[in-house]
């Protein structure tokens, strides 16, 4: 039987062709691909994100891992049994209107993706209307949204009315972020959630749709 | 092309003095003998829409006579001011001179006045992202840009400067994948390109409206990795590493004719200082209002103005902050000067602030004066970017080693295994640059630019 | 009471070494060779409730973290954090109790996991002013004081200080009409008397309870001069009589057994220094957050801890204001540290901290570490308060005199009328202090005191 | 004939003495005492004022030059014809509930005092029960509040709002002052006017009650 110990290495070091080679081996050998996620894959994102959180590794290596993940997720999710396939919630993420800084924002989607949830990423400069547009059609559990400028956070407070104008507001959860933004801000304009980082956003995504 | 360094003698690099000295506005002289402060500072969370457009206003004339005040109150000798502009007010270049202009009046009157010396610094943004991909060289934010820097002798500026962003697109993915080849290509390769067509632009446009094209900025290269490792996201070493990447990209403006002093947030300036002689403006612990840093103390070693970058105008319980910054950077300035009343002297001052952050963090090393200078000299020797980035990245990166093995340099542990990454990197840089794009145009043919923006 | 200066040599009367260091806390020492910083904070706009004491711990644990996070990043070797109570945690101690022990905890944390070293000073305030007139032994304010005092030790105190305001009533009569005699009648006669009675009170305290007293601060009476002063509401000479005139009154707490480090806003503290041979805290350009002045760098130069004074916990660009101060404070200490490393070379930095501000402002010039030993040593050669007051303000008044005459400072034109309406006052003070009290007691029949509080 | 001058000088200099033996004189010999007051002692502390604002004077020598004047005004006030000696408007002044710093306060009275107000200081740590109260019972035309804590200044808004409730807000304006304070603060809070400064405070209320 193959040795599994080298799927959770090559995540671990984000080496994505032996996660996947070991992957397709392994399915050969009709191992369960549940046991697979749960007892290397998972464990190995966990690990990853543990060191990211105690500063062992940086954004280079958390990406790297993600993709071998990710990688290795696409082999095995059309044989999973549907259940534990399934993303958390869909989130829509974007930076708001006139606001291009996109790097937290990049972090904050791939953190979520690596936490399991599935991301519409809308990119930069996104309006109030392009939010609740996105959210509305593909019935989006939770709106994210990132500023990094003291002149473009008001497009956050836009944004937050235009989903409540929108009727929307019961079936979305508001959550922000970025480096002006702060909890009062947040409790200010009627957001949600509020984050200091992105492993933080993972957490806050969460907890606001009840998953944890 | 420079083949020689503007300044030879580690003795001569110190602060205060260039070997190109720069008279600008009212009365005030950059670089020849005395530090002065840069202040700068920038709205607090506020929308900016023809509604708020009065209040946007006050806000400006509220921070500048804060300013100008405390400067007389503290009998400063002269201060630089400088007014980066926010996205709004260069997409619509009228509000841009409106607020640069009420800026420049009340300098007028303070030196009218209360004999208050003064300069105006106006930095217009590079707005050409807005797009993306962004397209350098038309449509309606170039247009936007090209008449700002037009209507900069209207706006009062003596200076102008701008902190450019062309080959950012390919940076930023640098960045999160800390990938040293993609880093080069955006800073060896294609933001040596914009910057050539940006700056002969702008130097044109200054040379029409008699103003003084100062420099620009790798901040959206440099400072981004600088606050991401701050941050712990990216590796110190990587970080160090993109700062000295980033110097012959910021040396193309002044070989287009920029004679400084160089962008504050340009922590790259020892370096341009070093090449040029021009004078340059640094930042540090005094910044620690707009970033933090690991480059506090270092940063003024060889500075000739002392700035405060950005900060918001919020109350503190003395005053308004950009007034408190005020006060701070005369304090710190008074101090380099007095102490650098002897060469000597000035040179004692400057070693300690050198050795006061050297030895914790490799960002901070490679701005000691010394090694600036070695690194300088070896991309120099070269002729294009691409060769600069190349032997600087590799001189820089055995500088950083043979410190760490002599104790100059403490690393984390988690950033050791990094060396050893980014060396393999470095060292598989092709000699030949036409290699090298062909190697790398495949690779990024799904990244967000447009290559023919950069004449591809 | 003390008959010779502590201190006798110029040479060794300089920043971070003090005859009396200090060992406290989690490690730290004051005293003994480096400069550490101070940091102080405080709470933004808010009301103190019982419905908003849970976001008052909330923003308590946030500033502490943030200052923590970055003394730990910067490499700090250790911190001195002070918290000084809002008015209503000391009428109810036991809201200033579990703040405290929230950052007295905090400060453990750290200790344990990320080896930071640090102290804790705790400063309850003087409520006792509440009451108008004062009450200054008896009544609920003055239980809620002592109460904290005996409750420090349970609040995880390391050091206890105050800024404490007996005889203000007629010190801020003294300073609306620059009236050297109703000045020297609460800074040396009635001042005095309430140290005495409120030190020994706190000394006591903190024997029982294992807590070192620290000091108190002439904040009330002299920086509140010094801020009218900067407003241009009070000539600057008189402003520096009054910080002088505080000396006599501050050391009482000394007198009484507190041993140091001062308060960071008794800029009183090189007297103090001089005198006792204990480290003080000082602020300067560093605390512009909380008031400007103009003793920005001279301040520094005799400083055993360096603090900004206080600031709120608002958002700037980079981070939190108490973050931000941590930050430069660390700069500030590094600079000094390196530069101190042999005794020369620290008495350099000292003398340039000196002279970037001693000819701006008599306040300055009168923080001089050579003319505070010359007019300390004439005030400690008397006996009692007044006659200290009374020799300290000839001898300060000389000396600005003398310093003018030979350009050494410089003095507004509008206030050189001051200098003889000064001197003509302080030259009609008595001998005889009690011919002084008769002289006085009548005059100030209408004012907001009450006598017998003071032993009347 | 008395010579004059001598009153503008001793107003200016601060010299009560020699200021009131110049008008009782000048009273003997049946000199109209509103020519006394509109072309010498007027005139006198404009000078006292622009001194001020040029920093020429200090507080100290503001405060005596008042302190003359006031002296002086008081022999003639029996005298003048009632329009000329009737104050602008009353003002409740006072620091807010909590808050001791008296010191600008107290130059914001006395400013207001020499700028021709009747003035009523309720001194430091008023509830907003007793500002309200007491512009009800005196028909005072403004309350002026002072805080210099952070932690004091939702004093003002509370006293705005007891006001309010009061139904007083059409009869008196509300004016706000202190170090922390803002203009954007007395927007928010619904106060009428803010000034920084004890000069531009006098300005400001001559402002609210129309009399600029
Ligand atoms: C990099 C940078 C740039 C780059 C952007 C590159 C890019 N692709 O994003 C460039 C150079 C282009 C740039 C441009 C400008 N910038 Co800029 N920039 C920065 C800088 C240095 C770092 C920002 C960053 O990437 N941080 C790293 C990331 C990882 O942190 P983060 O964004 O905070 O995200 C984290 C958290 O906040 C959180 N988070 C973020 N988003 C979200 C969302 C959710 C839902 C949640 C839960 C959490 C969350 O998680 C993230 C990861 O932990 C900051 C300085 C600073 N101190 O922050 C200035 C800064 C933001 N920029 C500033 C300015 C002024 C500008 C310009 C206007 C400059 C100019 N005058 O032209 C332009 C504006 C462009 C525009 N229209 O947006 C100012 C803002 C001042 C102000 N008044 O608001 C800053 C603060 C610099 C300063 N000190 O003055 N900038
Ligand atoms: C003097 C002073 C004191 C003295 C007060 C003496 C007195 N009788 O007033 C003493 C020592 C007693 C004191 C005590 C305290 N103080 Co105090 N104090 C100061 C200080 C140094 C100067 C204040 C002052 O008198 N300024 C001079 C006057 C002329 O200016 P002003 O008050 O701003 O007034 C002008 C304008 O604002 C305007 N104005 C004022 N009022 C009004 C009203 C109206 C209607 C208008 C239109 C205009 C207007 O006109 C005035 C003249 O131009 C400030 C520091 C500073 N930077 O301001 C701290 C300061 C206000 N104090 C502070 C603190 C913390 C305290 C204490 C809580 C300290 C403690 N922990 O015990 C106590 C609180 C006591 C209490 N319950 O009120 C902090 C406040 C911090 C915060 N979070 O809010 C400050 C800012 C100091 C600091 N940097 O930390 N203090
Ligand atoms: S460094 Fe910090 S601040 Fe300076 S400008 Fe870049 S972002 Fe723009
Ligand atoms: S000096 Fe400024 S701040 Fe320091 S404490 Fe006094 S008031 Fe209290
Ligand atoms: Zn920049
Ligand atoms: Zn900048
Ligand atoms: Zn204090």
């Not at chain 1, 049994?81 to 708001?96: H, L, M, N």
């Not at chain 1, 939770?142 to 019961?170: E, R, Y």
């Not at chain 2, 934010?141 to 200076?159: H, I, P, Q």
């Not at chain 2, 080069?184 to 702008?202: C, K, N, Q």
Request: charged fraction near 25%.
């Amino acid at each position: 039987m193959t040795d599994l110990q080298p799927l959770y290495e090559a995540i671990l070091e984000g080496d994505a062709a032996t996660a996947k080679a070991t992957v397709q081996e392994a399915l050969i050998e009709s191992i369960d691909p549940q046991e697979l996620l749960d007892k290397f894959m998972i464990p190995a994102m966990d690990e990853v994100g543990r060191r990211f959180e105690t500063n062992e590794y940086f954004v280079p290596e958390l990406l790297i891992s993600a993709r071998a993940m990710k990688g290795a997720l696409e082999l095995i999710r059309p044989k999973l049994a549907d259940k534990g396939a399934k993303p958390i919630a869909k989130v829509v993420i974007g930076t708001v209107k006139g606001d291009l800084h996109d790097i937290g924002k990049n972090l904050v989607a791939a953190m979520l993706e690596g936490g399991g949830f599935e991301v519409i990423d809308l990119k930069v400069d996104v309006s109030p209307e392009q939010f609740v547009q996105t959210a509305k059609e593909q019935g989006a559990q939770i709106i994210a949204m990132s500023a990094l400028l003291t002149t473009t956070m008001p497009g956050m407070k836009a944004t937050v009315d235009a989903v409540n104008n929108a009727g929307l507001h019961d079936k979305v959860k508001i959550m922000i972020g970025g480096a002006p933004v702060t909890q009062r801000y947040a409790d200010e304009i009627g957001a949600d959630g509020f984050s200091e980082n992105a492993s933080a956003a993972v957490r806050l995504a969460r907890q606001l749709v009840g998953a944890e | 092309m420079a083949i020689g360094l503007a300044i030879t003698n580690l003795d001569e690099f110190t602060y205060g003095k260039s070997p190109k000295p720069i008279k600008c506005g009212r009365g005030v002289e950059i670089g020849n003998g005395r530090v002065i402060p840069e202040i700068n500072f920038t709205l607090p969370p506020i929308d900016i829409n023809p509604e708020t457009w009065p209040e946007v206003l006050r806000q400006y004339s509220e921070m500048i006579t804060g300013i100008c005040e405390r400067a007389v109150a503290l009998g400063s000798s002269g201060i630089l001011v400088e007014v980066e502009t926010l996205p709004p007010m260069t997409v619509n270049p009228s509000w841009g001179v409106e607020v640069s202009r009420l800026v420049a009046d009340k300098l007028d009157y303070y030196y009218e006045k209360r004999q208050l010396h003064s300069a105006f610094r106006l930095t217009p943004n590079d707005t050409r992202e807005h797009q993306r991909p962004p397209r350098m060289r038309s449509g309606m934010y170039w247009d936007g840009m090209k008449e700002f820097f037009e209507r900069s002798g209207e706006a009062g500026a003596d200076l102008i400067s701008i902190e450019s962003t062309g080959g950012k697109e390919i940076n930023d993915i640098a960045l999160m994948d800390a990938d040293v080849h993609a880093l080069v290509f955006a800073l060896g390769i294609i933001a040596p390109r914009d910057m050539e067509f940006l700056w002969r632009e702008i130097v044109d446009s200054c040379k029409r409206n008699n103003v003084i094209p100062a420099g620009d900025s790798a901040c959206g290269f440099a400072n981004t990795a600088m606050v991401l490792a701050e941050q712990r996201m990216l590796p110190r070493v990587f970080a160090a590493l993109v700062r000295i990447a980033s110097v012959p990209r910021s040396l193309v403006a002044f070989e287009q004719g920029a004679v400084g002093p160089s962008k504050d947030c340009a922590y790259e300036g020892p370096y341009i200082k070093a090449i040029t002689g021009s004078p340059i403006s640094m930042e540090g612990r005094t910044a620690a209002c707009a970033h933090f840093s690991s480059v506090g103390n270092i940063s003024q070693a060889v500075c000739d103005c002392w700035s405060n970058e950005s900060v918001q105008n919020v109350r503190l319980l003395s005053g308004y902050a950009p007034t408190v910054s005020m006060e701070q950077l005369e304090y710190d300035c008074r101090l380099l000067n007095v102490a650098s009343q002897t060469p000597e002297d000035g040179r004692k001052m400057r070693d300690w602030l050198v050795a006061s952050d050297s030895s914790h963090d490799p960002q901070a090393y490679v701005l000691r004066p010394d090694v600036v200078m070695r690194i300088s000299k070896t991309m120099i020797e070269e002729d294009t970017p691409y060769l600069r980035v190349r032997a600087g990245l590799r001189c820089g990166l055995a500088e950083i080693r043979s410190a760490i093995s002599a104790n100059q340099l403490t690393l984390p542990v988690t950033e050791m295994k990094w060396m050893d990454r980014l060396y393999r990197q470095i060292d598989s840089l092709p000699n030949d640059e036409t290699e090298f794009i062909e190697m790398m145009l495949p690779k990024l043919a799904d990244a967000p630019w447009i290559p023919s923006e950069y004449g591809f």
